[in-house]
C-alpha cells in the first residue's frame, strides 16, 4: 500500500490564481481530512469527508472547496489564492473516527502564493 | 477560547536520556489525546493516545501521563535517541467531533 499519497509536493502561486491539490489513498478509509500547518504551528483542519459525497467544514474553510466523488479521492480547490493561503496542506485519512482509529498523514504539499 | 498549547517549544536532551514534553489543554469537555511525532519534511506520525477516563498509558518507549485535575498531558520518552528528534504535537478531540485540534509543537532535539 502507498497509504496517503499528495501531489504536488511544492508549488507557486500568483495572487488570484486558482488550483487543486490532490490527495489520495488507497487503504479503503472512510475518512478524509485536509489540514494546512503555518511555520512553527500545528496542524488546522480544513475540510474533512465521512465517506464518498460527504463533506463538512473544518476549523479553517474560508477560501478553500473540497469534493468527495470517490473513497480514494479528496482532492482540495482554491479559487482565488491569497498569500495567507501560504502554507504546508497535509491531507490524512482513517478507517473510522478519529477517536477510534489512527489518522494516517500523506507527505504534505508546500504551497506559496506570491 | 478553547485551545491545546505546549509549555517548550523546545527542548534539548542528551542520547540517552529521557524526555519529558508537556502539553495544556483547556477544554475540560475532550476525552481523546493524541501525541503526533513530525520529522522534517513529513507529515505527523501516530505515536500514542490515551482517553480522558485513563492517567497513563505505555508504549514502546513512551508513556502518555494525563492529568485531567489540572488539564495537563505529557510525552515521556525513554533513553531518547537521535532518530526521535523532531517536532512533538499534542492533539486532542472532543467526542462527537471527531475533529483533531493540535496544539503548537516542542522541538524535541537530541545531542549525540
Known amino acids: 500500500n502507498a497509504g496517503v499519497t499528495q501531489t504536488p509536493k511544492f508549488r507557486i502561486l500568483k495572487i488570484g490564481q486558482s488550483m487543486t491539490l490532490q490527495c489520495t489513498q488507497d487503504?479503503?478509509?472512510?475518512?478524509m481530512y485536509w489540514y494546512r500547518q503555518d511555520p512553527g504551528m500545528g496542524l488546522k483542519l480544513i475540510y474533512y469527508?465521512?465517506?464518498?459525497?460527504?463533506?463538512d467544514k473544518g476549523e479553517v474553510p474560508n477560501g478553500y472547496n473540497v469534493s468527495r466523488s470517490t473513497t480514494e479521492d479528496f482532492p482540495l480547490r482554491l479559487e482565488l489564492a491569497a498569500p495567507s493561503q501560504t502554507s504546508v496542506y497535509f491531507c490524512?485519512?482513517?478507517?473510522?473516527?478519529?477517536?477510534?482509529?489512527?489518522?494516517?498523514f500523506g507527505p504534505g504539499t508546500r504551497l506559496t502564493v506570491l | 477560547g478553547e485551545s491545546v498549547g505546549l509549555h517548550l517549544p523546545t527542548l534539548s536532551v542528551q542520547e540517552g536520556d529521557n524526555s519529558i514534553i508537556n502539553c495544556a489543554y483547556s477544554?475540560?469537555?475532550?476525552?481523546?489525546f493524541i501525541w503526533y511525532k513530525q520529522e522534517s519534511g513529513k507529515g505527523p506520525q501516530f505515536i500514542i493516545d490515551?482517553?480522558?477516563?485513563?492517567d497513563k498509558r505505555q508504549g514502546q518507549r513512551v508513556t502518555v501521563l494525563l492529568n485531567k485535575t489540572v488539564k495537563h498531558l505529557s510525552l515521556q520518552i525513554a533513553a531518547t535517541q537521535p532518530g526521535d528528534s523532531a517536532v512533538y504535537f499534542c492533539?486532542?478531540?472532543?467526542?462527537?467531533?471527531?475533529?483533531?485540534?493540535f496544539g503548537t509543537g516542542t522541538l524535541l532535539a537530541v545531542q549525540p
Open positions: 490524512a485519512s482513517s478507517y473510522n473516527r478519529g477517536y477510534t482509529d489512527t489518522q494516517y
Open positions: 487503504m479503503n478509509h472512510n475518512y
Open positions: 469527508s465521512v465517506g464518498a459525497g460527504i463533506t
Open positions: 477544554n475540560s469537555a475532550s476525552d481523546y
Open positions: 490515551i482517553r480522558s477516563n485513563m
Open positions: 492533539a486532542e478531540i472532543r467526542d462527537a467531533t471527531n475533529k483533531l485540534i
